[in-house]
């Protein structure tokens, strides 16, 4: 260990991972931990020469499965890495905790052993995985049982809960008994609702789609020589409607408000952050959810679509700055159709203001069809099949052209065909 100490690219036996840079070594270890030290000192190291750069630009928290491997000493994760087939390399770190928390992953080791034997984990297999490197150090003492919401279903090896998560994997699954809030057949009688009730309440509706078997002459279509750069007749389509002045410039000033002090993050696609989305969000959950502006519009939106508001994801606050933008995608996501909450039946777009240039919501499979930003504007349109409400309609793919010029700020609310909101409190994903 001696040889190690003039190299600043270890750190010490006691350091912490906040502390860990360069520290001087402790040549006061006693010969019972030397083996251990020289363990700790060969894996305390970086990789690779970029290692510190990442590490600074936030990597070691958003790629914790290369970057606490191959960058240790930049992560300051100074102590011996476990790494295994149960989920993230787990750290034990060299405090006074380090024997017992190598005993925590050892006896994960022997549980998940088992588990892996056990035919009636199948379905959870990939659920029931360390999700974060530091869950045998936090399932030391009571840990699991301190903070049992987040540790029995994240930290399922280090706190042996794999049948936590088979209990809550059959909860989230829809029983016999679950309420579609439309069958089958159900999506056009849906949308005569939305249109019929938007006439009503002077939203002012305009059809720029629909299906052929369901009757034009209610005077709501996009006449074609009103725009020619849009479609007026899209041959069979799905459903595309929007309404204008849904929302006010005091509830748009209450949301953009909530979006800065929630703060925008980069929006992930699936879940990871690539290229294909560049805009931010946040989701208004919470103290943004109960703002009385807020409920007051969740409630409008349930009173146009009669889908009762818990069917609701929380709204999607989102923001693009010039040249930012939305990929050609699908809001279909087919892993929702096990799921207590079912697929994402319509998108319930609002936008929050006009955008000086480009910024349009288009739809490459409609004959390009684009609806632009507008204060107060909504774009809705379903993501399924009138004639099965758990297939993707592929037909609504849609993509958010880049903001040429200014800034556009808009929400998403995704509408499903059954209770969203008790399947995300119990902790399913969604
Ligand atoms: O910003 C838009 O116009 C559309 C955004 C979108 O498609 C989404 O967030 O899923
Ligand atoms: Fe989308």
């Given at each position: 260990a001696s040889a190690a100490a003039a190299d600043d690219s270890v750190c010490t036996a006691n350091d912490t991972r906040e502390e860990c840079s360069a520290a001087p070594l402790d040549n006061e270890s006693s010969s019972d931990d030397d083996e251990d030290d020289?363990?700790?000192?060969?894996?305390?190291?970086d990789e690779h020469d970029d290692c510190k750069m990442w590490s600074d630009s936030g990597e070691c928290d958003a790629n914790p499965n290369y970057?606490?491997?191959?960058?240790?000493?930049?992560?300051?994760?100074?102590?011996?890495?476990?790494?295994?087939?149960?989920?993230?390399?787990?750290?034990?770190?060299?405090?006074?905790?380090?024997?017992?928390?190598?005993?925590?992953?050892?006896?994960?080791?022997?549980?998940?052993?088992?588990?892996n034997?056990?035919?009636?984990?199948?379905?959870?297999?990939?659920?029931?995985?360390?999700?974060?490197?530091?869950?045998s150090l936090w399932a030391l003492g009571s840990g699991c049982d301190d903070n049992p919401s987040y540790m029995k279903q994240h930290?399922?090896?280090?706190?042996?809960?794999?049948d936590h998560i088979l209990r809550l994997d059959e909860k989230c699954r829809p029983g016999p008994d679950a309420k579609n809030a439309i069958e089958n057949g159900g999506l056009d009688v849906l949308f005569q609702t939305i249109i019929d009730g938007a006439k009503e309440s002077g939203y002012d509706p305009m059809v720029w789609s629909r299906p052929t078997k369901m009757p034009d002459d209610d005077g709501y279509s996009?006449?074609?020589?009103?725009?020619?750069?849009?479609?007026?007749?899209?041959?069979?389509?799905?459903?595309?409607?929007?309404?204008?002045?849904?929302?006010?410039?005091?509830?748009?000033d209450t949301l953009k408000g909530w979006g800065s002090k929630l703060g925008y993050q980069r929006s992930q696609a699936g879940d990871q952050i690539i290229d294909v989305r560049t805009s931010s969000q946040a989701w208004c959950t919470a103290r943004c959810y109960d703002d009385p502006?807020?409920?007051?519009?969740?409630?409008?939106?349930?009173?146009?679509?009669?889908?009762?508001?818990?069917?609701?994801?929380?709204?999607?606050?989102?923001?693009y700055g010039e040249g930012q933008y939305y990929k050609q995608h699908n809001d279909f996501i087919e892993k929702h159709v096990d799921q207590l909450h079912g697929p994402r039946l319509l998108t319930f777009f609002i936008?929050?203001?006009?955008?000086?240039?480009?910024?349009?919501?288009?739809?490459?499979?409609?004959?390009?069809?684009?609806?632009?930003?507008?204060?107060?504007?909504?774009?809705?349109?379903?993501?399924v099949l009138d004639e099965d409400v758990n297939a993707q309609d592929e037909r609504t793919d849609h993509e958010a052209l880049a903001v040429e010029r200014g800034e556009k700020y808009a929400a998403n609310a995704w509408l499903h065909l059954r209770d969203f909101q008790t399947g995300f409190n119990m902790g399913c994903d969604s």
């Open positions: 020289d363990e700790f000192l060969a894996t305390c190291v970057m606490l491997t191959h960058c240790r000493r930049s992560c300051k994760v100074c102590g011996i890495i476990d790494s295994n087939d149960f989920g993230k390399p787990q750290q034990i770190p060299r405090s006074n905790d380090f024997e017992a928390v190598k005993e925590i992953v050892r006896q994960s080791t022997e549980y998940m052993k088992r588990i034997e056990d035919e009636k984990y199948e379905a959870v297999r990939n659920k029931c995985l360390n999700q974060h490197p530091d869950c930290c399922a090896p280090a706190c042996q809960s794999c996009k006449p074609c020589e009103e725009d020619v750069t849009n479609p007026c007749n899209v041959p069979d389509g799905p459903w595309v409607v929007t309404l204008e002045n849904f929302i006010s410039e005091k509830e748009v502006v807020v409920a007051e519009l969740r409630t409008r939106i349930h009173d146009l679509t009669q889908i009762p508001e818990a069917n609701s994801e929380y709204l999607q606050l989102l923001q936008y929050f203001n006009e955008v000086e240039e480009g910024g349009g919501t288009r739809f490459p499979e409609l004959n390009n069809l684009t609806i632009q930003p507008k204060q107060g504007r909504v774009l809705i349109w379903p993501s």
